[in-house]
């Protein structure tokens, strides 16, 4: 059991009444009683909680009702303190994602009139259009039991993490085509486990969900299907919704498989199943006014294992520390505050890191003052977790989005010129040299020009080649290998780094930044 939790760090799934070769025997009451019990003195040795998901009496050649059950075991890994999961929100605009997600955090149903996304609105012209336009995060825990904890019986982020044992973190994208470049940017540099795409029922395939499904599937984000707002529709069109979706989610450019979601136990098969294969799609159809449904979400966001297993982390952990800063704030009494999300290695209170590039190719040294991690102080920050760092009197206007911050022994290479095989999802007329294009590649978000086109001279709609693109403003750190996408008014393309021509930051040296306290090193 030790084993089994680790590798799916901290979670386990047992199936009771099963044999080895997988024929389903089922068990007695008694029998099932009796190994119930022995399981549950196994997860109490190892410190877990078990909870039955499912139970079904089998067909077997006997008198007695024979049944098999499902049990999710579920321990926080020592090193821990809950399980985390990133779920990216995406869907056209008015599709009812910011009401659903306060529905699930807040506890409360919605008045039909968006009385629920109030909270998780950033701006007061958000709250007078009803769009968003900037990224917010709202978090869902669960505790070890499998019961919802949210703001309804929590009253702040803190209370809601220190009694769940897993925790959701929604990333809430705009669905407005005018901010475009913002969810672009949330999916690439936040790195979303998985990517819900909320559909509106009665106006069913619109605007930008195309585009939404498009991106999920370039950058390789598992995704699910929500249709919201059925309770503003007849059964007939939820339906023809809902086949519009299949339609063309089993088209060749997608080849997903839906899997419509009508019971728990269809919510507890589709979290296996989609974690298991990347081609299954669960469709779920609910209502934030009347709730209808919404359960059945609940049960899949539980059960939803994390996609990486402990081994690629413990792998990542080894490595040295790269943070990609994200947002960049200022707090009175603290200082400068930068969130992002720590691709390798492990960050501690008090360490020193250096930050760069800046626009002149420089790294600057600077401390790690403190980090918070939803909202909650943290010691330790390890790879692949999301989290703010305090960085004490640094001078913020040294700072961007895009930057890296890593430990000084790492030696970054920079780049301003580099080169990417990609492909053309979209052009009007013809892509050739000279063409200007915004580009991103993790957190990394600027406009380039194409210097050369690798055996060809233009490129359309549909063709790959290998292209140079050069930063017109400041060099960049790039890896090679990291997704790429680039857009330019309805011109987009995905594809790959391949080549960098590095500016050596031996050259450049290392610069001490001048705000006073800053040269402790």
Known sequence: MKWRLQEGRGEAVYQIGVEDNGLLVGLSEEEMRASLKTLRRMAEKVGADITVLREREVDYDSDVPRKITEVLVRKVPDNQQFLDLRVAVLGNVDSGKSTLLGVLTQGELDNGRGRARLNLFRHLHEIQSGRTSS???????FNSKGEVVNYSDSRTAEEICESSSKMITFIDLAGHHKYLK???FGLTSYCPDFAMLVVSANTGIAGTTREHLGLAMALKVPFFIVVSKVDLCSKATVERTVKQLERILKQPGCNKL?????SDDDAVTAAQQFAQSPNITPIFTLSSVSGENLDLLKVF???LPPLTNSKEQEELMQQLTEFQVDEIYT???VGTVVGGTLSSGI???GENLV???TDDGKFLRLKVCSIQRNRSACRVLRAGQAATLALGPFDRSLLRK???MVSPEMNPTICSVFEAEIVLLFHATTFRKGFQVTVHVGNVRQTAIVEKIHGKDKLRTGEKAVVRFRFIKHPEYLKIGAKLLFREGVTKGIGHVTDLQAITTKENGLEESLGPGQLSF
Do not use: A, D, H, K
């Not at 990224?135 to 825990?141: A, Q």
């Not at 839906?258 to 009508?262: F, G, H, R, Y």
């Open 182 to 184: 913002t969810t672009i």
């Open 258 to 262: 839906p899997l419509l979601v009508n």
């Open 402 to 404: 895009g930057m890296v």
């Open 301 to 303: 966001l539980n059960i």
């Open 135 to 141: 990224i917010s995060f709202e978090i869902l825990g």
């Open 355 to 357: 930050v760069g590039p």
């Open 331 to 333: 707090v009175p009494e």
């Open 347 to 349: 960050c501690r209170e």
